[in-house]
């Protein structure tokens, strides 16, 4: 007892911290399997592994069947499970990820891209037209709706003809997998989810840039299933909008040529993927990366300071891609 | 693992190296904090251990022949080789690689130059065991970013000498306790720093990161003020920070608390201010380069001078970019003013008043000038800042509100710091109950924001 009346701080955090580690290894395999550690960072104390699974909202009494709460159907899979050539991860957790593919592809996505496929569009269905990109004005947006994340974000804080005509439904870091269900829409009484707020009313445009926060999460096909059930719903809950799937907003030359996740060539695989989502009858891709472009396929660095989101005065590039890119029916 | 704020630092360097510390028998303490000094470094910036190895035998060797008679040319001669070594690698680590730069030299070159300097003036003994001069150099929890310590106070540390256990005849446990007291009394100072470090200084990097990624020319004004706050709040709690954790890890380890950062905030003058900043840095460009120089004793022009010299040496050690030499000379004019016209001719309460002033108002502004390192930029900032030039391109004037919306948080408590009563508070009682309390939460809150920003981009980086 003098001990502790001596140094209570030391004994406090010691046997904290060796309590922790302890549950830390001693959950490693069961409630914590799927909290990633030692994989980014190549060493850390185990001690990590608990703080990281509490942000997840995983705990050690968490069992492993339960589903995240984001997840309506099925689980996302783990940020290192999906890229391929790290050897860190178990054996099963693969095998998982290719089940779930599997999974999805069955029960929806395979109908639709049965008969989106680009060219099919035309020769199919000698009713649908098909109708091609046109200049707009402002007032094009009055019903629109735009979804995304924080580069979203800065397009309704700093394109004012935007902002004061269109409906902006974004949040930081919202992701593809979790955008319909996370309660992000401020109401007068708390926060609503995006699928509760497109019950509630109609838009005649709905555009959607997401995808660059889950780069690391899943390979294309994965992102693009998910995209695909998401553009489901809207059309389901919506179905005299015209969707715009925007492709995902390059990086910098910098920024692509170093980092292993958020580089161009993984953002150019997955909007290649959701391209395909596209009918060009009322779902239209667009890109506004040749808006933004430095002749090589990156975000050109003058546009912006974090080498991913546009800085203020270059959000009007994007405003006038949307102007010249318009489909009127 | 060489930051004070990593984990593995933390939970395994830290606690392995003060058991090993406190296992090994006294006499031979002083090895096990230069051979962990040296694994530390090692671990860090293997490659310019050699660097480091060489210039602790040179200077060791130098002080030695000075044991003597002193020789005056001695002097200026390895003070020249200390100060050529770190200019040199200072220039290669600007224009050829900046990983040629190695870890810490400015402190360890300072330390050094500072034991010449006090072998010198029979500051300290000039027979100082190798031991203890290379540890005194090399020393773990200075070697990164200071505190420069000075020679006399490593070896007030009681725990690397065996004398006291011969002499008063201490019982084990009462060592124990004393180790056991040492060891709480730094974690104490450990845990405010870090917490300072991770809880503050990282979250404002984050506000000032968001201000640069709407682009300086897009900021309102009252944004751009409070840009310069958030920026001046972030170097401060870091480097605050980082100097409680550098003493409380020293205090940890027997050594007397070194104070680096004095409350700046509370200055009257900015003169006084960087006494009060980065106090053993300050201290050490008095003690040998001002004074030496011949300070204030040699007339207003000699005083001027020294003044310029000093303040550009400091912008030049920062970096050899336009925006340091400028940071140095605006600094170097303030001063000037206070010296030879407010503190002169004006009344003093007026003179408190402006001296107030300028620490609260002018140095965050000094501040800017220090972080952002384009000119064209930093004119574009300034432009925000007093936009009596024409107006910004797409400004959001609700940008402000919606930053402090998310980050008052941080901001508040920032400024509450800044009181000094504060401080001083909560160390007379610091070993309060509520305090451990308190202080146990605020350790393993900072634990939980470093385990998820370390090695997990997609927790850390939200777009």
Known sequence: MKLLRDCPLLVGIGTTAIILSVISFAFKDTAYADVGSGDEGPDEPAIARVFKAASMGIYPWTTGEEPDES???????????????????????????????ADISGNSSFDLSGNDGTFDVSGNSAEDEVYEFTDVDDDYFTDALFIGDSRTVGLSEYCEALDTRATFYAKVSLTIYDCMTKDFIKTDDGKMNLEEALTKQQYGKI??????????????????????????????????????????????????????????????????????????????????????????????????????????????????????????? | MINFS?????????PVFVIAFYLTPSRFRTWTLLLGSLLFYAVGDLRMVPALAGAVIVNFLFARTQSGEKSRSMLIFIVLIDALMLVEFKILGQYVDSSL????????????????????????????????????????????????????????????????????????????????????????????????????????????KEIGTIGYESISTPLAWLGAVTYSLEL??????????????????????????????????????????????????????????????????????????????????????????????????????????????????????????????????????????????????FARLFPFFGTGIAVNDADVIKKLSVYWSVLLPGLILLIPGVFKFWENHRRHVAFTIIWFFLFWACIFSLSNASGNPFMYFKF
């Open chain 2, 6 to 14: 990593d984990l593995n630092f933390i939970f395994r360097f830290l």
């Open chain 2, 236 to 381: 401060y709690f870091d480097f605050w920070g980082y100097s409680l954790m550098a003493a409380g890890v020293g205090i940890m380890l027997g050594f007397p608390f070194v104070l680096n950062f004095d409350h700046p905030y509370g200055s009257g003058s900015v003169s006084e201010f960087y006494r009060r900043w980065h106090v053993t840095l300050g201290s050490w460009f008095r003690d040998y380069i001002y004074i030496p120089m011949g300070g204030s004793r040699k007339g207003e022009g000699r005083t001027f001078l020294n003044l310029l010299v000093v303040w550009l040496v400091t912008g030049f050690w920062h970096g050899v970019n336009l925006n340091f030499i400028l940071w140095g000379l605006v600094l170097f004019a303030i001063i000037v003013c206070e010296k030879y016209l407010v503190f002169r001719f004006l009344p003093r309460k007026i003179g408190r008043f402006i001296g107030h002033f300028n620490v609260l108002v002018l140095i965050p502004l000094t501040w800017v000038i220090f972080a952002i390192s384009d000119r064209f930029m930093l004119a574009e900032y």
């Open chain 1, 71 to 101: 997840l309506s159907t099925e689980e996302i899979p783990p940020e290192e499970e999906s890229e391929p050539g790290d050897g860190a991860s178990n054996e099963s957790s693969p095998e998982e990820v290719q089940q779930e593919d």
């Open chain 2, 101 to 208: 730069l190695p870890v810490g030299i400015s402190f360890y070159i300072f330390k050094m130059i500072s034991y010449q300097a006090d072998v010198y003036r029979d500051r300290v003994k000039a027979d100082a065991a190798f031991k203890d001069v290379a540890a005194y150099f090399c020393m773990f929890p200075q070697l990164v970013s200071g505190p420069i310590m000075r020679f006399e106070d490593y070896e007030k540390n009681k725990m690397l000498t065996d004398t006291e256990g011969k002499a008063g005849h201490a019982s084990g446990r009462k060592k124990l306790r004393g180790i056991l007291v040492a060891l709480e009394d730094g974690l104490l100072y450990f845990v405010a720093g870090l917490a300072m470090k991770v809880l503050l200084a990282d979250h404002l990097a984050m506000l000032w």
């Open chain 1, 207 to 329: 555009y959607i840039m997401l995808g660059i926060n889950e780069i690391g999460t899943g390979n294309e096909e994965y992102f693009k299933n998910a995209y695909s059930e998401v553009i489901d719903k809207i059309r389901e809950l919506q179905p005299d909008a015209i969707i715009y799937i925007q492709g995902i907003m390059h990086v910098t030359k910098a920024k692509s040529s170093v980092d292993k996740f958020f580089n161009n060539g993984n953002i150019d695989a997955r909007n290649a993927a959701i391209a395909e989502l596209a009918d060009n009858h009322d779902i239209f891709y667009i890109d506004m990366n040749e808006a933004v472009d430095d002749g090589e396929g990156n975000l050109d660095d003058s546009l912006t300071f974090d080498d991913v989101h546009l800085k203020a005065s270059s959000y009007e590039r994007w405003h006038e891609f949307l102007l010249h890119n318009g489909i009127i029916r």
